[in-house]
Structures are given as C-alpha cells and as structure tokens.
C-alpha cells in the first residue's frame, strides 16, 4: 500500500521527493487559474504539452518506484499514487497490453473547473490524460513515444463523467529529454526573525503527512483543495507556456506570458492563503502566537516551508515595502533539472505572486482582525487597485543567483 509516510521529509531544504520527483502543494485556485491562462491563449496549440509534462513526471516516478514490481501492482500503485495525491480517483482494470479506456466520477481537475470558471466546451483533466499514459507505458514496458492519450467525455462540459482513452501508437503529446537530478544551492540562510517559527513548522510537518486523498480521491484543506503536485510538471506548464509565447510574439509575447503566470501566482497568494490564515488549523497551532501584522506573515512564511516550496523568509515587511528570500525555490529547482543554460531572468512567478498576495491579505484587507475575506470579489478588487502592490523579482537561482529575492511595494 503506497504511502507518503514513508518518505522522509528534506527539512534543511524544505523539500519533498518520492521516487525522484519533487513533491509540493498546490490548490486548486492556483492550478485552474495556470490552466485557463494557458488554455485562453488559444493560438497556440497547448495541449500536447499540458499532457505530455504529467506524463513525463509521472513515468520517471512509476520507473523508479515499480522496479522488480508485475504490471497489475504497478497499476495497483499507480491508483494509490493518484488517490493520495488528492487527484481523484481512478481504476485501471479496463488497460490491457493494448489500451483501453479509463472512466471516473472524481477528479479533481473537472470538480475545480466547475467550482471555479462553471462549464467549459473542452475537456480539461490533462493531467490525468498524461497520468494515465505514464501508467500504462510503465505496466506494459513501453516508452511514452509509443503511447497515445486522449480525453473524450469531462464532466467539466456536461458529461456524466471523465473517459479517458489510451491506445499504441506514435504519441500525440510533448516528449522530453531526460531531466538533471536536483543541486540544491547550499549557502548560509537568513532565518524567519520570528522565535516561534520552528515550533509552527514542525507542527505542520507532521500534519502535511495527513494531507491525503479521502475516499473520493480529495484533500479538502484550509477551505481549498488541495493536490500533492509533481513539481515539474507544473513548472513545466509554466516554462513550455512562456516559451511558446515568445514563439508567437518574441520578448513582448514572453513578457505577456510571465505576466499571466505571476496572476495566477497571485491567486495563489490570495485565496490559498487566505484560506490558511481563516482555517481551524492556523487558529489552533499559529494563532495564539500573533501580536502583530507582520507575526501573521512570519506565521504563514513558517508555514509553507512544509509545503516542499523551499525555504521563504523575510529581510524586510512594512505595509509599504516587503522584501522576501526563497532558498531552493522550487521553480528554481525545476528549471535547473529540465535546462544546461541560466535563464535570462528570474523564473519563479508562482512564488513571487503569492508574496504578492500575501501582503495584501495582511494590509489591504481584515483578515487580521477576524474579519471575512470574500474571496472572489476580494481578487477581482485586489487586481484592480491602482495602489495595489507590485511584484518585483530582483534574484533568482536559474539565472545565476544563491536564492530567490523578491521585492513586495506599493
């Protein structure tokens, strides 16, 4: 029985691998938010690699953890894999050597979509398309150029439930070089300036050990939903998108690009972690420690550092300028696994917007004083705001720095 139990947390680099992948958090307003960026940019042709990035996570991670194991219990852990992740559920008795056709009531992807955006005319559980294709390459002994996956009914457009199809073949989704193993940057570290940030960070580490699939497959948390995600899949999305943006309309395309992915960073920042800072869980283990605004923000930043994100700090919070260091960024990681050559510039978007996010929630709304955050209508006016906050990523670690630093001011 696949348990996430059994893999220890990296607490010096505040990250989390489980047969050779990363490991974080993410919630469902941040991943549907990505996806319909992507998605809306609809000139370009995304989902060869929205299925192809899950589909590569996915096989190194079934490769390494199946080893010595028959194809049924590799299908077996396959489901346990997708169930505790909190990506739904799935039942791959219907695949055989040849293919076959996958249906589900609960997925996470379709259940977010409907929640967030209501009913779409595309099928949208991409993921799950490219999940399933790692499965059945892995089970069968087949590489992932010789698979192809498809979605043909999502409850996200009407349907009764998600079908989802693979068959041999010549692959219909991206295909990828074979990634680097992670170098974590080992540098001296500026520490939370807050004496009650170890005890909250080892109070969730051993909580997120909890955080798995209910028996619809789900991870209702701090009133989101949350997955266990496969990091580099999602970076992938992330850097395939913004390259296939510079592709379209050069430096001014990519640019576009980076802003659409700092917005859904944004989101991330605003509703996940308002979701935390309103929770039963922050009201009980972090809580009776706050005194100030800015306790709420080392409270959140002690936190997170248990989400397999890296290590956050704070050099510097005033409701008028913040400065915050990420050591071992995940982005960072990821793009140094999949790239030989420094980015131009700092990557690490969904990290930078959710500072963003953060600083609002703290000094732009109530939820200090226990007052509710209307979260919908919150963002919508939060992203409005001519004096709103602004994101500025002054170091990153794919472009030649020790960490992550960003920049929070009005």
């Not at 960070?201 to 798995?212: D, L, R, S």
């Not at 430096?251 to 996940?272: D, I, N, P, Q, R």
């Not at 793009?335 to 929630?361: K, V």
Request: charged share 20%; aromatic share 14%; glycine share 10%.
């Amino acid at each position: 029985m696949f348990s996430y139990k059994d893999y220890p947390f990296d607490t010096k680099h505040s990250a989390f691998e489980v047969g050779g992948e990363a490991m974080i958090f993410h919630c469902n307003h941040y991943l549907c938010y990505l996806q319909r960026s992507i998605l809306d940019a609809d000139y370009i042709d995304s989902r060869p690699f929205l299925i192809g990035a899950a589909a590569d996570s996915v096989y190194n991670q079934l490769l390494n953890l199946g080893k010595g194991k028959q194809t049924d219990e590799i299908k077996k852990l396959a489901e346990e894999i997708y169930k505790a992740s909190g990506y739904g559920l799935i039942n791959l008795d219907n695949i055989g050597e040849n293919g076959g056709e996958v249906r589900t009531t609960s997925s996470f992807y379709s259940k977010s979509w409907l929640m967030k955006f209501g009913q779409t005319k595309q099928p949208v559980d991409y993921f799950t398309s490219g999940f399933i294709a790692a499965a059945f390459a892995v089970a069968y002994g087949l590489s992932l150029g010789d698979v192809v996956a498809a979605q043909i009914a999502c409850m996200a457009i009407g349907d009764a439930e998600n079908i989802h199809t693979v068959t041999k073949g010549k692959s219909n989704f991206t295909l990828y070089h074979p990634k680097k193993s992670t170098q974590f940057k080992e540098v001296e570290v500026v520490e939370i300036p807050w004496e009650h940030s170890t005890k909250v960070t080892e109070a969730f580490i051993g909580a997120h050990y909890m955080f798995v699939g209910n028996d619809d497959g789900l991870i209702p948390a701090f009133g989101v939903y949350v997955t266990r995600n496969y990091s580099d899949h999602v970076n992938r999305l992330q850097f395939e998108f913004i390259s296939e943006m510079r592709k379209v309309a050069g430096s001014y395309g990519a640019k576009l690009g980076t802003e659409l992915m700092l917005e859904a960073g944004h989101a991330c920042g605003f509703f996940t972690y308002g979701g935390i800072m309103t929770s039963v869980e922050w009201n009980t283990a972090v809580k009776p420690y706050l005194k100030t605004k800015e306790d709420w923000i080392y409270g959140l930043l002690s936190l997170i550092n248990t989400m397999g994100w890296g290590y956050h700090t704070a050099l510097e919070v005033s409701p008028e300028r913040s400065v915050f260091r990420n050591y071992n960024d995940f982005e960072d990681m990821s793009y140094l696994r999949m790239h030989d050559t420094q980015a131009e510039e700092p990557i690490s978007w969904a990290n930078s917007g959710g500072f963003t996010g953060l600083c609002h929630l703290i000094y732009k709304t109530g939820i200090t004083d226990g007052k509710p955050v209307d979260t919908e209508e919150g963002f919508r006016q939060m992203r409005r705001s001519i004096q709103g906050y602004k994101t500025n990523l002054l170091k990153g670690i794919a472009n030649g720095n020790d960490y992550l630093e960003v920049e929070i001011s009005l």
